[in-house]
Every structure is written in structure tokens, then in C-alpha cells.
């Protein structure tokens, strides 16, 4: 019988990658998600359970249904700007909802799980390169819930055997390169699909955030790390746990920071065309560096990133943007 793979949040960016990912690894991807930010045409690899991970019931139906091997645990609120503004929508959402499905699992004996972390568990490190080693002290809501998430899953390794791989992913871009899943934010926050908003007249311009950061042009810095690159992390960070290796925190990231006006430079020269930009105040929240240094994935899981320079995240996110997006 083929494996089943749990994914919540299949229906949203990085998941539905992931579910791509799997069904070409052999496996198949049972997304369950509540459809809040994800998008039903995104869900294209495998079934659908719609469903809140705050309802336990619901979430025993679908681990007894499906048998899963594992779980790979993306749904999540994910905006640093939001969760400043709204603290209590990510203790909620993102914390207890994951405590009700780690419980789940754990009571199904499906023990073998994977959660998306985050580098805004860092916070603000003064420009130093991150890696798995480095203390994590968040300065966002958003970051310390993740945080208390890696921190759960310890502690359930420690009383019922759960074996994690925590990914700590850096700022995820690009989108499927064939077109059939990619970004599609509503609202969007996120820089590069912004920015391609703006080029395309969809927007008027795009707003820097910040241009007095300690960095060589004043803008923030971040890693990409291109979003098929992650989903191949987890299919391999999947075949480690089924391995019996153990549990284990990987930073994904492409080791290299840019700029965001390296990245607006970069996507006129992709696009072949104009970014309007205007300069706007600091966004809330928002460390000056996230640059990984972390060799591990690469060494451990045998990861090699392929698409994750910065021209090919912006080329194929411009590909995706022009196919449509979703529910348009
Ligand atoms: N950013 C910006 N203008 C925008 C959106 C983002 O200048 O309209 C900056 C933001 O301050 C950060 C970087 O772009 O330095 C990446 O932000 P994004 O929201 O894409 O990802 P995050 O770093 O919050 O995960």
C-alpha cells in the first residue's frame, strides 16, 4: 500500500509544494486544511479534508481515515507584521492549534512529524550568520510562537516518542517552475509578489520598509530559499525520520543575503521592466539581517538546492504571477 503523508496546510504556498513533492517521491499527500488562507485549486496532489486543527474530533476522523506514516505540519499564521499587531490570533493559531495536533498524532501513533519553523525564532542578531546552533531570542509574536511550538515538540519526543525534524526556513520565494501551485496571498505582504503587483500595474508602487538599517543601503537583508528547494528538504527530512535517524533542527536557507533593493534590482532586470517604488518607515518586527550559515541539511540530508538563486526565484515567481494565481 502507498504511504500516506498528513499535510496540513496543503492548500497554502509552501504546502501545496510539498504535496507536489511527495506524489513524485511515491507518497500520497491527505492535505487537511481550513481553507482560511490556503486555496482549494491548490490542492491537486492528492485528497482533501477540509477541517480546523483546533477540532480534535475532527482530526482523530482524518488520522483513523488515512493511516498517515507522518505529518507535516505547515498550517500556520505566518505574518510578523500581524502578529505585533494581533499577539493573541498566533498564540491561538499557531500554538494550541498545534498542541491539538501533536496530541492527535500521538495518540494515532503517527510519530514521525515535521514542522515548519522559522528564522524569525533568531530575532535581531546583529548581523551575525545564523545556524541551528545560534540561541533563538524572537522579537515577534509570530517568531515566538514557532519557538514555543519547536519547544512542544521536544517535550513530546520526551513523553510519548515523538520523532520531529524541525525546518527553520529562511524567506521562502519562487514557485513551481511547471505553474501548477505557487504564491497567492490575499491579502499579499510578502516582498517579491508585491513587487511583481507593482511592475504589472496591479499596484501602484511597492513601499521599501526601512531605509535607515544598519546595512550597506540602509534596506533589510534576508536569505531566499526557493520554495521547490524546501519541499525536496522535506521529503528528504521525511526519509531520515523513516530511517530511524532520529529528531533534528535544519536551517534551510541559500546561505547568501540580499538586499531589499538587491531584490528590486534584481526583478527589473528579470522582468525587463520598472519597479515603482516609494520609501516608507521600519516595519515592526523586522530584524536588519536573516542570513543562514548552516551547512547541516546539505551534510545530514544530502540537500542540494537547485533553483535557489536569486534570478530563478524571481523568474519563476513572474512565470506563476502571469499564469493567474488562484480564484481570479
Ligand atoms: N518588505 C518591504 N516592503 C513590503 C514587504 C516587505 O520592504 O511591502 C521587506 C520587509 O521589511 C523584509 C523583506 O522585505 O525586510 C521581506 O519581507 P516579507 O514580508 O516578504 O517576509 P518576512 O521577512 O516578513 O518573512
Redesign the pocket.
Known amino acids: 500500500m502507498t504511504d500516506h503523508v498528513l499535510v496540513t496546510g496543503g492548500a497554502g504556498y509552501i504546502g501545496s509544494h510539498a504535496c507536489k513533492a511527495l506524489k513524485a517521491a511515491g507518497y500520497v499527500p491527505v492535505t487537511f486544511d481550513n481553507l482560511s488562507t490556503g486555496w482549494r485549486e491548490a490542492v491537486k496532489f492528492g485528497p482533501f479534508e477540509e477541517g480546523c486543527l483546533t477540532d480534535r474530533a475532527r482530526l482523530d476522523e482524518v488520522f483513523a481515515r488515512w493511516k498517515p506514516v507522518a505529518v507535516m505540519h505547515f498550517a500556520a499564521l505566518s505574518l510578523?507584521g500581524e502578529s505585533m499587531k494581533d499577539p493573541g490570533k498566533y498564540w491561538r493559531g499557531n500554538v494550541l492549534a498545534s498542541l491539538n495536533l501533536i496530541e492527535a498524532a500521538c495518540a494515532a501513533g503517527c510519530l514521525d512529524f515535521i514542522f515548519s519553523s522559522t528564522c524569525a525564532t533568531y530575532g535581531d542578531q546583529d548581523g551575525v550568520i545564523l545556524d541551528e546552533t545560534t540561541r533563538q531570542a524572537p522579537i515577534n509574536a509570530y517568531g515566538a510562537s514557532k519557538r514555543a511550538i519547536e519547544d512542544m515538540l521536544a517535550d513530546f519526543a520526551g513523553s510519548h516518542g515523538l520523532r520531529h525534524v524541525i525546518f527553520r526556513y529562511f524567506?521562502v520565494a519562487g514557485a513551481d517552475p511547471e505553474a501548477e501551485v505557487g504564491e497567492f496571498h490575499q491579502p499579499e505582504?510578502?516582498?517579491i509578489p508585491?513587487m511583481l503587483d507593482a511592475i504589472d500595474g496591479k499596484r501602484p508602487a511597492?513601499?521599501?520598509?526601512?531605509t535607515d538599517y544598519p546595512t550597506p543601503d540602509g534596506t533589510?537583508i534576508?536569505d531566499y530559499v526557493h520554495v521547490c528547494d524546501l519541499a525536496d528538504a522535506h521529503v528528504l527530512g521525511l526519509e531520515w525520520l523513516r530511517a530511524g535517524k532520529g529528531s533534528s533542527v535544519f536551517c534551510l536557507g541559500s546561505g547568501k543575503g540580499f538586499s531589499?533593493r538587491e531584490v528590486i534590482d534584481q526583478s527589473a532586470a528579470v522582468t525587463n521592466r520598472a519597479v515603482p517604488i516609494t520609501e516608507g518607515a521600519r516595519?515592526p518586527g523586522?530584524a536588519a539581517v536573516l542570513v543562514s550559515g548552516s551547512t547541516r541539511a546539505e551534510r545530514d540530508l544530502g540537500w542540494r538546492p537547485k533553483r535557489s538563486d536569486l534570478r530563478t526565484m524571481i523568474a519563476d515567481a513572474w512565470r506563476w504571477h502571469q499564469a493567474g494565481g488562484y480564484g481570479r
Open positions: 510578523v524567506n505582504t510578502h516582498l508585491l511597492l513601499t521599501i520598509f526601512g533589510c534576508r531589499v516595519r523586522d
